[in-house]
């Protein structure tokens, strides 16, 4: 039995606000899906983020559907569930995916936690934020319980783990139940690939890449997926690597040898099919920024699809000295560092999930979230019973609910 493992793919995301790069995930992912048939595979498993946000453009909806036929085509069937990105927070609603579920996509959800493939219990949850952990640590316990019935058992989550997150995570290592024979994590960008428990724990990374800080594991490991063979006791993992559509090329140079460094990048692009993009640490910069940053752009500007640059002023650190001896401090990191004086987890997690709402504009999901650690932490036991009335009756009816109508009539006039 083998099947491929796939995750953060992040459809419909403009990357720099660039459609060029919006299109680079798309061609990403058309590659991933051919490749998924030719390793013909039994199946497939989407650990989350399948597009960049819960309300995905017409465009990024076409896209994975032409995947997903292709598949369908091949005798292949999808399982996925909804990452941090795809999630609709608010109680109630429902995530991009579920549109494709007539079109055979297996959608593991709270309602439906998990299906069988012949003889292969496949069990998972989509994205439960911090503040929300203890009832995801309860719905893992009750997973856990149904894989012991099973001789081979697949948890597909997309959570942050301590053990390879160094700040923000979901869970700890042990939290995580031990009796599943593979683990199919998303959320972090790096391939990750650990035993743990009875089988092994993998992260296959993000398909693109979808920040510049993941270059160094796309220098070490490439794009791409997995294969894996569950035949024998413990899972065989085959990475599969995706030739991303776009270079990215990272360059230190030296101010005062500036035309030298530049010929050097132009003799590397000149013949690339696509426009890279460049990445360049100027250092030991003694003018105007603006002046210097005019030179590489009129020199440059024709080769490359975006050039980021960095200027380190004469007797500056450069960006690379900084990074490898200092640790890197930012918003976040300054908000849990305050936060640590209150001696509240609970708060602690609430702030560092409001922070990444509201950097993204997502105003609605913001309130939910603070609606939902109102209810938790200070509603009476009587108004809990009522919200727990209030959701079961919403859970069975989930395909039914307006938000789900509104969304497939929006996409049936997609398709027409």
Known sequence: MKFAHLADTHLGYRQFGLIERERDFYEVFGKVIDKI???????????????????????????????????????????????????????????????????????????????????????????????????????????????????????VLHQGIDSYLNIQYELEIGDIPDNFNYYALGHIHKYIVSDFGKGKLVYPGSAEIWKTDELKDYYENGKGFVVVDLDGPKPQIKRVKIDIPRVFIERSLDYNDLDSGIAGIKETIKDYEKQPILKLNINNVDSDTGYVYDIIKEELGDLALMIRPTFNMVGEESIDDIIVNKESVGPKELIIEKLADYEDKDVEKLAIELYDYLSKDKLEESEALIDQFFIENYQTEKEDAELKAEETQADEVEEETPESKDIQVTFKEVLE
């Open 37 to 155: 048939i030719e390793e013909k595979v039994d199946f497939v498993i989407h650990s989350g983020d399948l597009f960049e946000t819960e309300k995905p453009s017409p465009v990024a909806l076409l896209e994975f559907q032409k995947g997903l036929l292709k598949l369908k085509g091949a005798g292949i069937p999808m399982y996925a569930i909804a990452g941090n990105h795809d999630s609709v927070v608010r109680r109630g609603a429902i995530p991009p995916q579920v549109i494709f579920k007539k079109m055979g996509l297996k959608v593991i959800s709270p309602i439906n936690t998990n299906y069988m493939h012949d003889d292969v219990f496949i069990a998972g949850l989509p994205f439960y934020p911090a503040s929300k952990n203890n009832v995801l640590k309860s719905k893992l316990a009750e997973l856990s319980k149904k894989a012991a019935e099973h001789e081979k058992s697949i948890l």
